[in-house]
Structure formats: C-alpha cells, structure tokens
C-alpha cells in the first residue's frame, strides 16, 4: 500500500513540473486569480532592490566624502600652522634682513584728527 502513495506522489510532483516546463500552469484559474497579486509582490521587490542599491551609492558617496573632509581639515592645519610661523616677528626681520627694511623699534603713535564737516551754503 505504501508503494501506490509513493507512485502517486511522483506522478503528481511530476505532472506539475511539467506544468511549469511547459507553462501550462499560466493559464488554469488559480494562477489567472492571483497573478495582480504576484504581479504586486514582484513590483514591492523591484522597489525594495532599487532602494537597497540606492542606499548603499548614497553611503559610498557620504564615506568619500567625509575622507575628503577630514583630508582638508588636516591640509587647512597644517598651511595655518605654516602662515602664523612665517608671519612671526624674528621670522620675518631675518627674511627682510637684504631689502633695506628695517624693524620698528619706537612704539606705534596714535593720530586724532579733528576735522569737521564742511557746510553747505544755501543761496
């Protein structure tokens, strides 16, 4: 008895494979009632594949992006660090040392001018 429900399964897994080989299945009702649904999941896949790729370029994107920023912030250190040690007083006396300047040794004076506004004559 065993070997008739053994035989009657292969019978069945086969017919149905032949049923998808040769696309039969397309056409028997229950297939034609659910194809918008199938239709439906295969579209909700499409979207959920599309954003998962886009999500992953939008992180490569922002990965460069903040190696580029921190590749600026130290290249914006190390030129600040270069300007405020060539602005440097001592620095500066010795690079001007051939051109004839001279450094100021008298402190700087303050200039008040009073001028006042010219008025205008009316004729």
């Known amino acids: 008895m065993g070997d008739k429900k053994d035989t009657k399964k292969n019978k069945k897994g086969g017919k149905r494979v ?18 918008l649904f199938l239709a439906y999941v295969t579209l909700l896949l499409m979207v959920i594949i599309t954003n998962t790729y886009i999500a992953e370029e939008k992180n490569r994107e922002l990965t460069q992006a903040t190696k580029r920023l921190n590749d600026l912030q130290v290249e914006y250190i190390q030129v600040k660090s270069a300007i405020m040690e060539a602005s440097k007083q001592s620095v500066l006396v010795k690079r001007l040392q051939g051109t004839g300047l001279k450094e100021a040794t008298e402190p700087l004076k303050r200039i008040n001018m009073n001028v006042e506004p010219e008025k205008k004559e009316e004729p």
């Open 18 to 35: 032949m049923s998808v080989l040769g696309g039969t299945f397309l056409v028997r009702e229950k297939f034609t009632k659910q194809f």
